[in-house]
């Protein structure tokens, strides 16, 4: 995927699809947060640490702060020796996601502010924690499976969250999950975690790839894309398997 993503930065003809970097996944966040995923688990091997310059290229490159946030807490987690090249580079990550390059641009570049998207979202996520508690029955069992889906539509004109764009996820997995399910999925998650919270620990390859997609989980919805919710339920599986 980094290969793909250096391809199509360079527009390498055989690699474009469309103007952005996003290798296969069709989205630059897609593809940033499944690199993080993917850098602490490259610590199983003895190249941990080649593998995850490569992935942190990638994940660079999709200029995605959700992805380089990410990226950076699963590597501290494994690695936390390395915050001295770690920091540095989310920093970097960070100021290039902030640069709108572009030959429409005057001077081939201009400077973008994280906080248009920050205020899109916390608009979403207002919205949706007040309709997650509007009764009783919606706090305890939730809307529905996929009910976020269909109601959010009507939420951009009725509750005037004008962001600019149509949001099809709550941006935030926890909050969407909630939406759906209520408090149940709240007690299926602490019990899962009372149940196989032995398997987690500090420095570990595949616990750090949780926290890396629970970090982008905040304010993304890899749980809810198939290629990323396929690497989450393969960790846990694998973490699982260790408690028995």
């Known amino acids: 995927q980094t290969a793909i993503g250096v391809g199509q930065y360079f527009q390498i003809r055989v690699f474009l699809d469309g103007t952005n970097i996003h290798g296969t996944f069709g989205n630059r ?16 091997s003895d190249y941990g640490a080649i593998l995850a310059g490569v992935y942190c290229l990638g994940v660079f490159l999709s200029r995605s702060a959700v992805a380089t946030a990410a990226a950076a807490c699963g590597a501290l987690w494994v690695a936390p020796w390395a915050w001295m090249a770690v920091l540095p580079a989310a920093v970097a990550a960070l100021g290039y996601r902030m640069l709108k390059i572009g030959r429409n641009q005057p001077g081939g570049w201009k400077f973008r502010h994280l906080g248009d998207s920050v205020s899109a979202r916390r608009k979403i996520w207002g919205v949706t924690l007040s309709k997650s508690v509007r009764t009783w029955r919606q ?12 109601h959010s ?3 951009i004109r009725s509750e005037k969250v004008l962001t600019g764009e149509v949001y ?11 939406y759906e399910y209520g408090v149940v999925i709240v007690l299926v998650g602490a019990w899962w975690i009372y149940r196989y919270g ?45 408690v028995g």
């Open 29 to 44: 966040t897609g593809l940033g947060i499944y690199l993080a995923m993917l850098i602490p688990i490259g610590f199983l």
């Open 139 to 150: 706090m305890a069992v939730g809307a529905g499976h996929g009910a976020f889906q269909q």
């Open 153 to 155: 539509r009507t939420w």
């Open 168 to 178: 099809n996820e709550a941006h935030n997995d926890y909050l969407e999950a909630f």
């Open 198 to 242: 032995p398997a987690l620990a500090f420095h570990d390859p595949l616990t750090g790839s949780l926290v890396a997609v629970g970090v982008a989980s905040l304010a993304n919805f890899p749980t809810r894309v198939t290629t990323l919710a396929t690497v989450a339920m393969i960790v846990g599986a694998m973490l699982m398997r260790r």
